[in-house]
């Protein structure tokens, strides 16, 4: 199981400075262990947790049952699950690892981080989808590499409806996984040579 990591400590802040109201409705796409769906379930959220990864959904009831928190925990992909339902906040740290091959893995872990040539696979779908997801004045937290583009990130929110910005940054070392791919991506323009740092942003979008 792939363990909460930086990107998800920094989106974890920038939850913590959203006003979680008592009732409060929030959606996480890719909950994976459940860390930030239990962070804000323990603020008096009311949340439902999506993820395509069985392991990722047992293991984040696991962690709800043991802090014994409520979390609605679903298996499946995150449009067909939520179907019909709207939200005050959703939150993401999904998969953003640019990777060789046209489409993102469909099992193993690497579904945890791959996210196609450009990263942007599941990314562009949270922009086409936030709108739909969100009531009015509803709230779009998402982190995710610079590598990723965030430009192209607030550029399609803002298309789509949204007041969008990056509201948070930070620097850390490259990973074993980028750095298995290190000439890839420098093939790609996607890296500088001898770059060991990874930017990661966080993305705030609200509805109109």
């Known amino acids: 199981m792939y363990q909460p990591q930086a990107d998800t400590r920094l989106l974890a802040e920038a939850l913590s400075s959203e006003d979680l109201a008592p009732r409060t409705e929030l959606l996480e796409i890719g909950t994976g262990t459940g860390a930030l769906a239990l962070h804000a379930a323990r603020r008096g959220a009311r949340v439902t947790a999506v993820d395509v990864s069985w392991p990722a959904v047992a293991s984040a009831r696991l962690n709800a049952w043991k802090l014994r928190l409520p979390l609605k925990v679903l298996h499946g992909d995150f449009g067909t699950r939520t179907a019909g339902r709207r939200f005050d906040l959703v939150v993401s740290n999904p998969p953003y690892v640019p990777a060789p091959g046209t489409r993102p893995p469909s099992h193993g872990p690497e579904r945890a981080w791959d996210a196609g040539p450009d990263g942007r696979a599941v990314i562009d779908r ?78 705030r979008a609200q509805l109109h």
């Open 126 to 203: 949270i922009c086409a989808d936030a709108p739909s997801l969100l009531r009015p004045g509803g709230i779009l937290l998402m982190v995710h590499s610079g590598m990723c583009n965030a430009g192209q990130t607030l550029d399609r929110l803002t298309r789509a409806g949204m007041t969008a910005a990056v509201t948070a940054k930070a620097a850390v070392p490259w990973g074993p996984v980028l750095r298995s791919r290190r000439a890839w991506l420098e093939r790609r323009g996607l890296a500088e040579e001898a770059e060991e740092w990874e930017e990661l942003v966080v993305v």
